[in-house]
């Protein structure tokens, strides 16, 4: 007899369960990810996997004010856990990464006095750089004291790479979004005699435009000269 769909669910889950050593079945999933383009338009993301599902409804999106990945992510993930009291946390968190955020996420929850179990799931390395040559790459699952190089076919390899795949496509949509919003924001200034190297200085240091926005003349002077600053303020107010 063929089973059905929640049922091979189940049983993949169970599996996960035993193979990673979890607490329980990971039935709510929390994955997450970040995107930037050279430290611009820096975003995380977290995709939301319930019951057999992405429960789209759940996702997260944040803008970051960090510069690194590792920052980033710390970023996220902080941010994330201090709305545990709003939204309670999952029964597993993925992170798209190897060991050294997988360690990071486990001292975020710690410091918070909460216990979570965690994964990540990185592509191996070659030469430093990661392999994603299509149809070779090897994905490896980190835990706290282990890592698990599974064949490309296992289901449970597949099961962790869909859900790392969906939080890297919401991350990747919202940076896209994120740089069209600068992108104009960026003219509007270029148009006034700002050039693009001011802007990003103004952005490296503010974060976004909209803290630039709300700064005060004098602020925005100690970066670029006091004509600037009258044209930025002219221009947003």
């Excluded at 390899?157 to 960026?186: G, P, V, Y």
């Excluded at 490296?204 to 044209?231: C, P, Y």
């Amino acid at each position: 007899m063929k089973k059905d769909k929640k049922t091979l669910d189940i049983q993949l889950l169970e599996e996960l369960k035993e193979l990673l050593n979890l607490e329980r079945v990971p039935s709510r999933v929390e994955v997450f990810d970040n995107s930037h383009m050279s430290g611009m338009a820096t975003v995380g993301a977290m995709a939301v996997y319930e019951d057999g599902a992405f429960d789209k409804k759940s996702y997260r999106t944040y803008h970051l004010d960090a510069r690194d990945e590792y920052a980033q992510m710390r970023e996220t993930l902080s941010r994330r856990v201090k709305s545990f009291s709003k939204n309670s946390p999952p029964d597993l968190w993925v992170i798209d990464g190897g060991a050294t955020l997988l360690k990071l996420a486990i001292e975020i929850l710690d410091s918070f006095g909460i216990f979570l179990d965690v994964v990540a799931i990185s592509k191996e390395k070659i030469d430093a750089k990661s392999h994603r040559a299509k149809g070779k790459a090897k994905d490896i699952i980190h835990i706290r004291d282990n890592i698990f190089r599974l064949k490309e076919s296992d289901r449970r390899l597949l099961w962790m790479q869909n859900l790392r795949d969906e939080a890297h496509r919401c991350a990747i949509n919202f940076h896209k979004k994120t740089k069209l919003k600068l992108d104009k924001e960026s003219k509007l200034l270029n148009l006034k005699g700002i050039s693009e190297a001011k802007v990003k200085k103004l952005l490296n240091h503010f974060g976004t435009f909209e803290a630039l926005k709300n700064t005060t003349l004098d602020d925005i002077s100690v970066i670029l000269s006091q004509k600037d600053a009258k044209t930025i303020k002219n221009i947003y107010f």
